[in-house]
């Protein structure tokens, strides 16, 4: 008798309530992804007002409204169409979970490729001048002390580039719609995280650290490219330790 996987819980509740359609429509993800964004940038902007006084509650809602004017308005578009009109992403729902080992194994490779291929596209961004200076130059607008919508402030090209880039193991690979889910919305929280202007113990030790992606929007000779892990700075000469 096959064993039944400890994500089956969850995997059942999903599926209860919102059916195998809600799950093969792109709606899902795209769910996943909006609370990837709004989760942490709600949290760290109550930080930013009410704990540290870092912003006034104007400050903030300025730099929110200038980084989700149009992205806020067309993932409330979005998700109204996809939930009114069903489109099919999978051809077939799983009833299984995904075994813990296959969970943790392709959201580890989630994280790991879409880090490897972020990075090179981010130096490719900075690299060639006439893409840095129409596109990429709108996110570096925004310098340190960055805020948790910093991450949010890109050109629409860059918004659609990057977002392949992340999660490029999800659409590439077969994987299963549950691990696909959870690693959009971790890969996208900690893209918000990694731009939240605050040492993060712990969280500091796995992730790339927003003090040091501070330096990489103070420096004119880009460093600290990763916005997700620091592995690929480390390997290939980009990193620069924040003190």
Not at 37 to 46: D, K
Not at 127 to 135: A, I, L, P, Q, S
Not at 232 to 238: I, K, N, V
Request: include cysteine.
């Amino acid at each position: 008798m096959e064993a039944v996987s400890v994500l089956q819980p969850l995997w059942d509740w999903c599926l209860s309530h919102l059916g195998p359609e809600g799950i093969a429509s792109p709606a899902f993800l795209l769910t996943a992804v909006v609370a990837g964004v709004y989760l942490p940038g709600i949290v760290f902007s109550f930080v930013d007002v009410a704990v540290t006084g870092r912003l006034t509650l104007a400050q903030c809602w300025s730099v929110y409204w200038r980084a989700m004017k149009w992205y806020g308005s067309f993932y409330v578009v979005a998700m109204v169409v996809l939930w009114a009109f069903p489109m099919t992403l999978l051809s077939s729902v799983p009833a299984a979970a995904p075994s813990a080992f296959e969970f943790s194994l392709d959201l580890v490779l989630y994280f790991l490729l879409g880090d490897l291929v972020s990075y090179f596209w981010h130096r490719f961004e900075h690299r060639f001048r006439r893409y840095m200076t129409k596109v990429h130059y709108y996110h570096h607008v925004d310098t340190p002390p960055l805020t948790i919508w910093t991450a949010m402030v890109v050109h629409p090209i860059e918004g659609v580039s990057v977002f392949a880039c992340f999660h490029i193991y999800g659409i590439l690979f077969p994987i299963h719609p549950l691990t696909f889910a959870v690693g959009a919305f971790s890969v996208t929280a900690v893209n918000m995280i990694t731009h939240c202007g605050y040492r993060l113990p712990v969280y500091d030790w796995f992730f790339a650290t927003s003090r040091e992606h501070d330096l990489h929007h103070a420096r004119r000779e880009p460093r600290n490219i990763s916005v997700m892990l620091s592995i690929c700075d480390r390997l290939f000469g980009t990193f620069e330790k924040a003190r």
